[in-house]
């Protein structure tokens, strides 16, 4: 079964900081991955997605992801983080087994401190 | 273009009691997924229906039920409500139904539900 690990439930960074969050996923086949964001009190939006026609993928809001297919990892980084960044990041795989439904991590809190 | 509506905003039910929620996604789109997010985890899938069939059911109780609309809206239904059930309920429409990354899921606001 395909499963979604989000390492760290909050990470803390300064204004201006280098922005990483971590996802492991676990698939036995090609998985699609995908990354999503939510302010508060608000729905999922995508930021990427990866494709396959490259493992560094770029989002929107200057967030970017490298597919690392040997360490199992889809990690979201962002050089310089803004505190409009502060959100909820999800990080999901996309099960064909049964629809295309997603499936999601745990989700990590980003707090950007001024 | 509108985007994924839901509705309502807000829902304030007590035990036992049952609810329906409603969703429209965006034109064109003829897939319908429903999540449930408890508060301080990720959401968790519910259904998905295409084409008013359904085509995918995650570990929900029979309480839990769907339907899509020949508009291609659906209705989430939750009977004898539990407090546990609180949640944000959220709706994502799709082009089809598979997992691709070009048929990707756009997501409406959710709806609160709150069980006292």
């Known amino acids: 079964a395909q499963s979604v690990t989000q390492l760290g439930s909050h990470v803390s960074v300064s204004e201006g900081a280098l922005v990483l969050l971590r996802c492991n996923y676990s698939?036995?086949?090609?998985?699609?991955l995908f990354w999503y964001v939510q302010y508060p009190n608000q729905g999922l939006q995508l930021l990427l997605k990866?494709?396959?026609?490259?493992?560094l993928v770029k989002g929107i809001n200057g967030f970017e992801a490298e597919f690392k297919k040997s360490e199992t990892s889809f990690h979201l980084t962002k050089p310089s983080a803004h505190m409009s960044d502060a959100a909820e990041y999800f990080c999901?795989?996309?099960?064909?087994?049964?629809?295309?439904?997603?499936?999601f991590g745990q989700g990590t809190e980003l707090s950007v401190k001024p | 273009d509108a985007g994924v509506t839901q509705s309502p905003t807000h829902l304030i039910k007590t035990r036992g009691q049952q609810v329906t929620l409603r969703c429209s996604p965006i034109s064109g789109h003829k897939s319908v997924s429903w999540y449930q997010q408890v508060l301080g985890q990720g959401p968790q899938f519910i259904f998905q229906?295409?084409?008013?069939?359904?085509?995918g059911r995650g570990n929900f109780p029979d309480r839990f039920s769907a339907r899509q609309f020949p508009n291609y809206s659906s209705e989430l239904n939750v009977n004898a409500l539990l407090l546990g059930d609180s949640a944000l309920y959220l709706c994502?429409?799709?082009?089809?139904?598979?997992?691709?990354?070009?048929?990707?899921?756009?997501f409406g606001p959710g709806t609160r539900l709150t069980v006292l």
């Open positions: 994502a429409s799709s082009l089809v139904a598979g997992g691709s990354s070009y048929n990707e899921q756009f």
């Open positions: 698939s036995s086949v090609p998985p699609y």
């Open positions: 999901a795989v996309s099960d064909d087994n049964q629809g295309g439904k997603l499936i």
């Open positions: 990866y494709t396959s026609a490259a493992t």
């Open positions: 229906y295409y084409e008013k069939e359904e085509r």
